[in-house]
């Protein structure tokens, strides 16, 4: 993974938990529920955009080496890999 992608993802975190944290400041201070929602959706839509950038990541460099090599166990590890987290992540 390149440093600058490294690097945006960790921003991306950080962002995402000064955001976590000031839900719970919201929670608190007794917000209004709508608000304090409105915050946990962000939250989630930031993590669904690093996940898929870490994704992209994995499909790029682990997956593809994986089909590159010809080998085909490590090529079912990683198909496995997916499948595994798609299924986990459907729950």
Known sequence: MAE????QKLNRL??????VRGISRMVEE?????????QIQAVKSALTKVESAVLKDHAAC??????ASGDDAEQRQKFNELIDLFEKSRK
């Open 4 to 7: 600058n992608a490294a690097t």
């Open 14 to 19: 950080a962002r995402i938990e000064g955001q």
């Open 30 to 38: 007794g917000r209004y529920c709508i608000d304090i929602l409105h």
């Open 62 to 67: 682990c997956v593809s080496e994986a089909i």
